[in-house]
């Protein structure tokens, strides 16, 4: 396979939205401007996130510890910062039950929020740390921390002193065998994946190492857990894309939704975060790993008109709350919120080592 193979792979249809016009460029939203300054700004033109402008390497440059990289599965800086620029005011606390890197942290205290995390895998919760510890070298220092442990156990693992008192809860469920990785070669000069795994595959605790329908029992209840923790009317916003299995599409957007109405949120939108970036002519430009474009490209030579998956699902969900109005509303009114609790065992860019009860 050569370098054009893959660059067709993207298909013309990915270049244009799907009705054969185009999406409007960020200038017509205002948010060009934006989008430029920043490494990680975003701009929205409805429920379309303009959220891949840049690429991710330049929206995590000076920003995350170059060990970042190698998680396989890593939130994009620029939809966790849109989501908690959109459902969060300064000095709110946000949550990320399953915080990899830290990514959610990272921006979160660098907008001026407060921030929690609980990460399973201890190079995940090393390099969240780390990352923490880059933005408080920033002067980024409001309160943050991640805790090592099982989400699955968030009420053993958080302070009694946190229940519903945050306000945002910004999270991605593991994708088990479908990441990608990095690409190398081994000595024979064959091409072979590396960073394409979350931790030991040996591992059972983890889910990313079990089966699918476990994935969504562990998730519904991670949710159930940590809705504990929100407050009446706060929101829950959960980065997702679709993922193929023998060459079908699993709607994993949809059965996410299903977990967390089953943990007792209530559905408030589906939003669509893009992973490619708008031209100024207003096209879409799809950005796809090595192996999903070389995937992608056998698909079409077997006759299977597949195309690049360009945008992430984001599927906003709220605690409810005592009138229907708040929680409907995309960012309740700070006087309603509860007063501040203060952080026990919470610090600029610390590491909790915790064992469930």
């Known amino acids: 396979m050569n370098r054009r193979d893959l660059i067709n792979a993207s298909g013309p249809d990915l270049n244009r939205d799907r009705g054969g016009g185009r999406i409007a460029a960020p200038e017509e939203t205002g948010a060009a401007s934006t989008v430029e300054r920043s490494a990680v700004a975003t701009g929205a033109r409805g429920r379309v996130w303009l959220t891949g402008q840049r690429p991710p390497r330049s929206q995590r440059a000076g920003r995350y510890v170059p060990g970042s990289v190698a998680h396989p599965a890593k939130m994009l800086p620029a939809i966790a910062a849109h989501a908690i620029a959109t459902y969060s005011q300064p000095g709110d606390l946000v949550l990320d039950p399953m915080c990899g890197i830290g990514t959610t942290m990272v921006e979160a205290i660098r907008a001026g929020r407060r921030a929690v995390g609980v990460e399973y895998e201890p190079r995940w919760a090393h390099l969240a740390a780390a990352n923490l510890a880059l933005a408080a070298a920033d ?85 159930t857990a940590a809705t504990e923790f929100l407050q009446p009317g706060g929101h829950v916003v959960i980065t997702v894309r679709p993922w193929r299995e023998h060459a079908e599409l699993i709607d ?3 059965q996410i939704t299903t977990c967390g109405e089953a943990a007792g949120l209530i559905p408030v939108q589906r939003c669509v975060a893009l992973l490619g970036r708008i031209t100024e002519h207003g096209h879409l430009v799809a950005q796809g790993s090595f192996f999903q474009r070389d995937f992608i490209t056998k698909q079409r030579r077997a006759g299977l008109p597949l195309h690049l998956i360009a945008h992430e699902d984001v599927i906003v969900l709220a605690k409810p709350a005592t009138t229907a109005a708040a929680a409907a509303s995309a960012v309740p009114p700070a006087a309603a919120r509860p007063p501040q609790a203060s952080l026990p065992h919470l610090a600029a860019g610390g590491t909790d080592e915790r064992t469930a009860a």
């Not at 099982?150 to 088990?176: F, M, N």
């Not at 000595?187 to 889910?207: E, T």
């Open 139 to 223: 002067g980024h220092t409001t309160p943050a921390n991640v805790v090592r442990g099982d989400a699955r156990q968030l009420a053993h693992l958080l302070p009694d002193e946190l229940r519903s008192q945050v306000g945002l809860i910004v999270t991605s469920p593991p994708y088990g065998p479908s990441t990608h990785g990095h690409v190398t070669h081994d000595p024979s000069n064959k091409i072979v994946k590396i960073n394409h795994r979350y931790g030991s595959i040996l591992d059972r605790g983890n889910l990313a190492n079990i089966g699918h329908h476990r994935l969504l029992v562990g998730f519904t209840r991670i949710l």
């Open 252 to 254: 994993l957007p949809a």
